[in-house]
């Protein structure tokens, strides 16, 4: 509530921001008083004018519109006209008691009484006291005034009501002069009346109109402000039925129309309004005025409550349509819709009578609104509005049955505007429908109208299983049906809604004539389905290109995909079973012909994701891997078939775990061979060629054990172990390697440890040999890319065995003191008093990871050094650098996430957060020493290693070890994809 009424607030303040003045433009119509004025005398008259006025309407009005003040033979007709003259240039905002202007004399020259009581009755609803009087004026005075406005506003209620009779067409052409400016000053009237009724509108900017409204309120009861508005709000209407269009109205030229259109536009925003809209505006009829609109807002707002309710000013607006035409009445039903949402969900109790016509109006309007006009605030109401008449549980009352036969005559209207709505996550809204329109209703509508296809899917996916299996044979001869003119929309609403009754079905028995329908009907909508996806695939030869295909079509066939995905469990399932002959027939035939193509060529990166989940819940049946296992083993051999997302690499762990569990000794008795590649293969085949090509078969024999269960593949260990020795006897090939401790990793992870012991034996010299050789590199700058990959992966493997706990690799903590220290060794260097000796020279042993370390450290802080510069260091060249080591290794270790590195600078903070494990924040020191030319590299560094943007580890993941290992090796076997 107080949030609606600071959006209020804001609403009447919004034009402050832009324009700097001390007058509110609500308020710039106001008249002050200077002094006091006989209330009560005024008030009199007044009343004796309205009493004339209603027991001989016709002949007053007509008498007042037939006598002019002049020329007249009474000598104070000529104060009459003078004291008239003074009132219209107070509407200009003139002195009352400065001398009218000269010109005035001749506009007013046939002037008639009517005029005169009009404009005297504008300028005492629009009169207030000033805080600034030369009198002192008390509680009195100020109520009497308010009285005093209301009794003037009914006096003028009264004539526009007469004149909009018909009876003295006389009269109401006068009361349309726009000399009078009537319909301007009642608007502001109504519009300043009702601001007034706001509590904190005041804004600085605005200090003067603030007091004047302030001063004014002094005193005065709510039962007098209510008066005063509702007789402003009943003149309002007065006035409307009044300023019909005249005949003329459809000449306006068309810099009118632009203007009413832009109006119309400015004053439907649900935004706050800026200083326009509080401005009359001539060429728009009344019904438009944005004044008008903003009465409405402010009327219908939750804090401006008249009578009590809001049942007075739904009444005015009931009165108010049929006033309204074109965009006018389409605002005003937008409007009052919102507003009545707004008011039926405060509600305790239910709907009260007098708000059922209008809310059942507003239903009618917003129905027509949404379909003719297709405007986005109309759809924006309809889902609010049902809800809020059928919120509350009135079962046999009058609302329900109205509100059904509402629904009922305007059933494909409000299906089709509901199909435009964003219905997926309205929740409420498809209840309320639940309640209102039967299954059956909907289903007959969707035979003739295909808008009303996807509001039933809405329905059927919230609808109690029970109801929607009850409705199983009309649904499925629905399905059947071909809708005419299908859009290629409707196979998809089709497929989930059959998906929704498949879920329905999931646990009721049915016997082997119902399964097949069920399998007939789901072979049609899953061809209907894959065509689309299939429509997009790349078919090429060598004597036909490619064709192009539009991004709407790219984006139907990865819905297509996804649908497929999210609907096969169930086919699989619940439908076909372990009946295969009939599933490859109808279900895997159709959708492999689609997808396949798709997973060859990869044409569109977003159909292969999809189209790779599709195959994965094929893969699931052991009866259809037959039709996709050779083309799946293409898939893994060829060149490119790591270049995809993560998540999409995920699809294809469980698509080769189940290529391979099927017959799995024959399996890889298949596989492997043409993983192993043969050094006479082709002839012609360079030597880098050849270590390339085996190092991709490499990640893929590892890829390949990565998928399948623990110990799945110890009974071949012992021909993998060959194959990777078998590598690892090329000594400079720096990407074979590299592949072969990805492959170790891998082993580390679905081998037991005493399976595994013997190949410690051959990797532990490994990683001896590579760190030597980093240790030794002379230009460390200058590596080339092979060999940069080939350290990443023994560091990757060497943080993979420190993380391993000692019953899983005894044999690697033997020997691990050599390579990353003890805890309980003393510190590294020199960290003696004696600080101008080295390790070498005082005889402490350094592990051969702090030594490499050691050495980056220095060449970073020296901008690299030569062989010969290397040679010139002596042993005290530590410490004229100022490098002190931090202690060796503690438990808690950073993970290394890097896939790729272009320099072994890239190493350092991995490296330097290794061998320092105690304090964390002064290895951050030692990078920013090593680094004293870029402190940018060295506050982007960190301590958190660095890896590419869209494989960050998920945040479940960090407190198991497990799972963070099996997600860090996926990582690794992904290659960067191909740019579009």
């Known amino acids: 509530m107080s949030v609606v009424n600071d959006i209020i607030e804001e609403l009447i303040t919004a034009s402050l921001a832009q324009v700097e003045r001390s007058v509110h433009p609500l308020f710039?119509?106001?008249?002050?008083?200077?002094?006091?004025?006989?209330?009560?005398?005024?008030?009199?008259?007044?009343?004796?004018?309205?009493?004339?006025?209603?027991?001989?309407?016709?002949?007053?009005?007509?008498?007042?519109?037939?006598?002019?003040?002049?020329?007249?033979?009474?000598?104070?007709?000529?104060?009459?006209f003078a004291l008239f003259l003074r009132h219209r240039a107070c509407v200009d905002g003139a002195n009352f008691f400065q001398d009218p202007p000269h010109q005035l004399h001749k506009s007013y020259k046939s002037v008639t009484y009517l005029h005169l009581l009009t404009s005297l009755a504008l300028d005492y609803v629009r009169s207030c006291y000033s805080p600034y009087a030369r009198e002192r004026v008390e509680s009195p005075e100020l109520i009497g005034n308010r009285l005093v406005q209301t009794r003037a506003a009914d006096l003028l209620c009264s004539l526009a009501q007469c004149a909009a009779s018909g009876d003295s067409p006389e009269a109401a052409r006068q009361l349309r002069d726009n000399r009078l400016q009537f319909s301007r000053l009642a608007l502001h009237c109504l519009c300043s009346a009702l601001a007034a009724c706001y509590s904190h509108w005041t804004v600085e900017s605005h200090v003067f109109s603030a007091r004047i409204v302030q001063f004014n309120e002094i005193g005065v009861g709510w039962l007098t402000r209510a008066a005063h508005v509702k007789s402003l709000a009943s003149l309002t209407l007065r006035l409307l039925a009044l300023m019909k269009p005249s005949p003329m109205a459809g000449n306006a030229s068309a810099a009118d129309e632009g203007a009413t259109k832009k109006a119309a536009v400015r004053s439907a925003s649900a935004t706050a309004p800026g200083v326009g809209d509080f401005v009359y505006q001539d060429c728009l009829p009344l019904s438009g005025q944005p004044l008008l609109m903003l009465a409405l807002r402010l009327g219908l707002g939750p804090a401006c409550h008249i009578g009590g309710d809001h049942v007075t000013w739904y009444g005015f607006v009931s009165d108010l349509l049929p006033h309204c035409a074109g965009s006018h009445l389409g605002q005003v039903v937008t409007l009052t819709t919102g507003s009545l949402c707004d008011t039926l969900s405060l509600r305790e109790t239910p709907a009260p009578p007098d708000l059922q016509p209008m809310a059942l109006a507003c239903l009618h309007g917003v129905l027509d609104r949404a379909l003719r006009a297709r405007d986005a605030s109309a759809h924006r109401c309809l889902p609010r509005l049902l809800p809020c008449l059928l919120r509350y549980p009135i079962k046999q009352g009058p609302v329900r049955r109205i509100l059904q036969l509402v629904v009922s005559d305007d059933l494909n209207m409000l299906l089709t505007a509901a199909s435009s709505a964003e219905l997926q996550e309205d929740a409420t809204f498809v209840d309320a429908l639940i309640d209102l329109v039967p299954l059956k209703d909907l289903l007959n509508s969707c035979r003739t109208n295909q808008a009303a296809l996807k509001p039933t899917v809405c329905v059927a996916k919230r609808l109690n299983a029970q109801a929607l299996a009850s409705h199983g044979p009309e649904l499925q001869s629905l399905l059947r049906e071909c809708l005419p003119g299908s859009r290629s929309e409707v196979p998809f609403l089709q497929l989930e809604l059959f998906h929704a009754l498949l879920l329905a079905l999931k646990e009721a028995d049915r016997d082997s004539r119902g399964r097949r329908d069920l399998q007939d009907l789901a072979g049609l909508l899953v061809a209907s389905v894959a065509t689309i996806l299939g429509s997009t695939a790349e078919r090429q030869s060598w004597f036909r290109a490619s064709v192009a295909c539009t991004e709407e079509e790219v984006a139907l066939s990865c819905r297509a995909a996804r649908l497929l995905e999210q609907a096969m469990f169930l086919l699989l399932d619940h439908v076909f079973g372990p009946n295969g002959d009939r599933a490859e027939g109808l279900l895997t035939g159709p959708v492999l012909r689609a997808a396949l193509p798709h997973l060859k060529q990869r044409p569109h990166a977003t159909v292969f994701d999809a189209c790779s989940g599709v195959l994965k819940e094929l893969s699931r049946k052991e009866y259809t891997r037959r039709a996709w296992k050779k083309e799946a083993s293409d898939m893994l051999l060829e060149t490119g078939f790591f270049r995809m997302p993560l998540a999409t690499l995920k699809f294809w762990v469980d698509i080769i775990d189940n290529l391979m569990a099927t017959e799995f000794k024959q399996a890889f008795r298949d596989i492997f061979p043409r993983l192993t590649v043969s050094t006479t293969a082709n002839p012609f085949s360079s030597r880098d060629q050849e270590w390339d090509q085996r190092s991709a078969m490499v990640k893929r024999l590892a890829f390949l054990i990565y998928c399948g269960e623990s110990d799945q593949y110890l009974p071949q260990l012992q021909e993998v172990v060959a194959y990777l020795t078998e590598n690892l006897r090329v000594s400079t090939a720096g990407h074979l390697h590299a592949a072969v401790m990805l492959c170790f990793r891998v082993l580390l992870l679905r081998i037991s440890a005493a399976s595994l012991a013997p190949l410690w034996y051959v990797f532990v010299p490994e990683i001896y040999s590579a760190l030597w050789q980093l240790e030794q590199e002379p230009e460390p700058n200058r590596l080339p890319q092979s060999r940069l990959d080939l350290y990443l992966a023994v560091f990757k493997l060497l943080d993979a065995c420190v993380q391993l706990e000692e019953s899983q690799a005894a044999l690697f903590h033997a020997y691990k003191w050599s390579l990353v220290g003890d805890p309980e060794d003393s510190l590294i260097g020199n960290h003696s008093s004696s600080g101008g000796q080295s390790s070498s020279t005082s005889g402490v042993f350094t592990p051969l990871v702090n030594r490499v370390c050691r050495r980056l450290c220095r060449l970073l802080s020296n901008g690299g050094l030569s062989s010969t510069e290397r040679s010139e260091n002596g042993p005290g060249s530590d410490n004229k650098l100022g490098i002190q080591l931090p202690p060796p290794m503690h438990t808690c270790c950073q993970r290394l996430t890097l896939t790729k590195i272009a320099s072994l600078q890239e190493l350092l903070p991995f490296l330097v957060s290794f061998v320092d494990r105690f304090d964390l924040s002064r290895s951050a020191r030692l990078l920013a020493a090593c680094q004293p030319g870029e402190p940018g590299n060295a506050a982007a560094a960190g301590l958190a290693i660095a890896s590419t943007a869209d494989l960050q580890l998920p945040c479940s993941l960090h407190g198991d070890p497990n799972a963070q290992r099996e997600e860090l090796l996926l990582i690794d076997f992904l290659e960067p994809m191909a740019s579009n």
Not at 46 to 60: D, G, K
Request: hydrophobic share 45%; proline share 6%.
């Open 28 to 80: 710039s119509h106001m008249c002050l008083y200077n002094r006091k004025i006989d209330c009560l005398q005024v008030s009199y008259v007044l009343s004796r004018l309205l009493a004339l006025l209603s027991a001989l309407p016709q002949l007053f009005t007509a008498k007042l519109a037939g006598t002019q003040l002049l020329p007249a033979k009474s000598p104070g007709s000529y104060q009459v």
